[in-house]
Nanobody
């Protein structure tokens, strides 16, 4: 079992940047692919990005491709989401999650963090 804790959220102006971190404890995070999802008020939780165990494979939702970058440091048991050129539409609670393989399918993720709020002001 693995426990995940997100951090790095906050309030930022449109066009700004934030870097989210997902720190794992328990079983080593290198055993899992890790994904980021987000949930805006009144909307369902949707896929943002995912990274394979090795870090060689990454995938992004069209809405963030070219602006967000996912990476991982297995030695630190941490996965990151660098978010640049933030827009008001990026406002949401961001969750990291662990899965046996990198996928966009939310239901394949077995472990979830508690989420971190990202608010982008216009």
């Amino acid at each position: 079992q693995v426990q995940l804790v997100e951090s790095g959220g906050g309030l930022v102006q449109a066009g700004g940047s934030l870097r989210l971190s997902c720190a794992a404890s328990g079983r080593t995070v290198s055993s899992y692919a890790v994904g980021w999802f987000r949930q805006a008020p009144g909307k369902e939780r949707v896929f943002v990005s995912t990274i394979s165990q090795s870090g060689y494979y990454t995938d992004y939702a069209d809405s963030v491709n070219g602006r967000f970058t996912i990476s991982r440091d297995n030695a630190k048991n941490t996965v990151y989401l660098q978010m640049n050129s933030l827009q008001s539409e990026d406002t949401a609670v961001y969750y990291c999650a662990a899965a046996p393989w990198a996928t966009r399918e939310r239901m394949k993720y077995e472990y979830w963090g508690q989420g971190t709020q990202v608010t982008v002001s216009a």
